[in-house]
């Protein structure tokens, strides 16, 4: 309603934009229109340059994000095998292994091979097969999809053997055998490495030699702690995978800025390891293959481009080829935490978004000139549709700078430059209704509408803090199966969040197995004590739910413990200039995660501070448990077990039925 107001007073007093047309055709016929004509294509233009680079960006930024995601489902995968090799070394020297390293590998289908190495030179590695692979070793039977082979210690010596087994479907076994082999896996650069930075580390791009096709290798170190802790670790190998470029290349293929640019991924030297098309990022010299490079690939449009970013020193240009062209340049670098100077090149023809306004407008005025009398009852119609237009696109903008993300009720404008600016707007949307889902959607609508870049500082307000905790998550984590527990914590962390985020609760952070939120920031809430209260009785009672299926699933159970304090604390965005969180911190937040901690001294779910339940009100039902001094604060307070609201028909927030003596608000 707000916006619709200052809307009609916006334009009262004012004409319409097609009246406004038409009384100057009247006046002035061919001149007049020859300059709208001139400058409505003019003002097109620039939209379209504009909205050129702005799909130039999403399509980088997405491609950015899609190769965080494609590596970092390896590094989730080939951690947790580490992590179960450093628990159990002789594991993977039995041939039960294999089905570890299948099962990791089967569904992450830009792997092409997971192995393990060991200091001993012990190798186990399982593969798939593809045509490249059988066509280059005709040992390899025709029906096999699987690979999985070891090589001996070097104290086997002169009797060291590869031992390896061919599969149709897993495990059927479909052919064996034995050969010498030289491979020496510590000596490889994935190994070093590993073995030098005892941390995830990745190779440069190289040419796989038996398929022909980037590949890229990443491991992991297998530390092994000493008697004395972490400090003492001994590295004993590493875990590694070799991923090719192939679902890449697919998705630079399948979100080209428009129908006619290129995408491509090169890395500091100008070599292409992903292009939409596999073929041309390697090229065949008179010994070997090779990756192709920004000079000498054989595409004309990318060696001119290299040369002109040259000339300029520019990253994103614009530039008319020696075939007549006008092609956008545009060169984006990763991150610097992603770790390699990649970056992302778009070529796009300009033509690909103003060609047709292009064409447009040469047949308008050649039409203009034979129809002139038609022309005025036509451009009073056109420019009413553009002002419709405009106007749903301007309150689109509003819509969006409100975060409000229902579908926009919006004719598809007959024009196919006012359609692609609809089409952008959608995708504005739809980036903002990502976004939120990772920030507080508050913290984003303050962002947005502030018009402010983003930046460091805090403020001190009064909230209400949250901790979760698992009780002997530890103990369960050394039992359980990883996957298993993956599952499991998952569906923890899901029950937990979504009882914050339906008590209007902001999550802050993942600590290991806790969760971390905060009531009364952002945006300020006059009952963040009770709306906290609230959530933390949903979290708990939907465990016990949870722990309930988990139990007729014959799964292990996981008791929640949760403190919560209200208190004046720092909250804001905090970090460096480069990476930054907006969070909460000071002495309230650590008495609610020492609250926490107390759960386990009285047997309680929630335990929460005097400064809770005084700022909550009366509707708190409580059990007194204890006057208590927690860690790091001299001060004694006193604290409760919260049990439920009071007159709440809520089964997750009403008391249990039996309810002890001391259970009125104090």
Sequence with gaps: MAFDGRLSATRAGKLGLNTVFTLGIAVSVIPVLLFILTFG?????????????????????????????????????????????????????????????????????????????????????????????????????????????????????????????????????????DEETTLDMPATPQYRLARERRAFVMTDPSINPDTGYPVIALSSPILVSGASGAENESFIGIVAANVTMQMLSEFLKANQASRNSLTLIVDA??????????????????????????????????????????????????????????????????????????????????????????????????????????????????????????????????????????????????????????????????????????????????????????????????????????????????????????????????TVTGAVGEEGGTVDKFIGDSVMAFWGAPLSMEDHALRACAGALRAARRMERLNREWAREGRAQMRLRIGLNTAHVLVGNVGSSERMSYTAMGDGVNVASRLERMNKRFGTTICIADSVLAAAGARLVVRDLDVVTVEGRSTPFRIYELLGLRDSDDPELAPPPAVPARQESL
């Design 41 to 177: 294509y003019s003002r097109l233009s620039a939209a379209g340059r504009a909205l050129l680079e702005e799909r130039v960006a999403q399509s980088q930024r997405a491609i950015i994000a899609s190769t965080y995601n494609f590596f970092g489902v390896v590094e989730t995968g080939i951690g947790a095998v580490a992590q179960f090799a450093a628990a159990d070394p002789n594991f993977f020297r039995k041939n039960e292994s294999r089905d570890i390293l299948y099962q990791t590998l089967r569904p992450i289908p830009q792997v092409d091979a997971l192995y393990v190495s060991f200091e001993d030179g012990y190798h186990r590695v399982v593969t798939r097969i593809d045509e490249d692979r059988r066509s280059a070793d005709p040992r390899i039977p025709p029906q096999a999809m699987w690979h999985s082979s070891y090589v001996d210690a070097y104290s086997a010596g002169a009797d060291r053997r590869r031992r390896r087994t061919f599969f149709d479907v897993w495990p059927h076994v479909l052919k064996a055998y």
């Design 269 to 494: 030297d100008g070599r292409i390891f992903a292009h939409p098309d596999p073929e041309k990022a390697r090229r065949r010299t008179e010994k070997t293959l090779e990756f192709a490079t920004l000079d000498n690939t054989a595409d004309s449009r990318i060696r001119q481009a290299a040369v002109k970013r040259r000339e300029l020193g520019r990253d994103a240009f614009r530039f008319t080829s020696a075939e007549g062209e006008e092609l956008n340049v545009s060169f984006l670098g990763f991150p610097a935490e992603f770790g390699r100077p990649w970056q992302v090149v778009v070529i796009t023809p300009t033509d690909d978004f103003i060609g047709e306004l292009k064409a447009t407008s040469h047949v308008i005025a050649l039409v203009t000139s034979l129809a002139l009398l038609l022309g005025m009852l036509l451009i009073y119609l056109l420019s009413r549709s553009l002002s419709q237009s405009i106007r749903s696109l301007t309150r689109q903008s509003h819509e969006i700078q409100a975060l409000r993300f229902a579908p926009a009720q919006t004719r598809a404008s007959p024009i196919r430059e006012i359609s692609d600016l609809q089409q952008g707007f959608a995708l504005l949307r739809n980036a903002l209704q990502t976004f939120v889902q990772y920030v507080p959607t508050d913290l984003v609508r303050t962002l947005v509408s502030s018009n402010q870049p983003l930046g460091l500082g805090v403020e001190s307000r009064n909230l209400t803090v949250f901790f979760s905790d698992l009780e002997n998550f530890s103990t369960l984590a050394e039992a359980m199966d990883a996957d298993e527990l993956l599952l499991q914590v998952s569906q923890y962390f899901s």
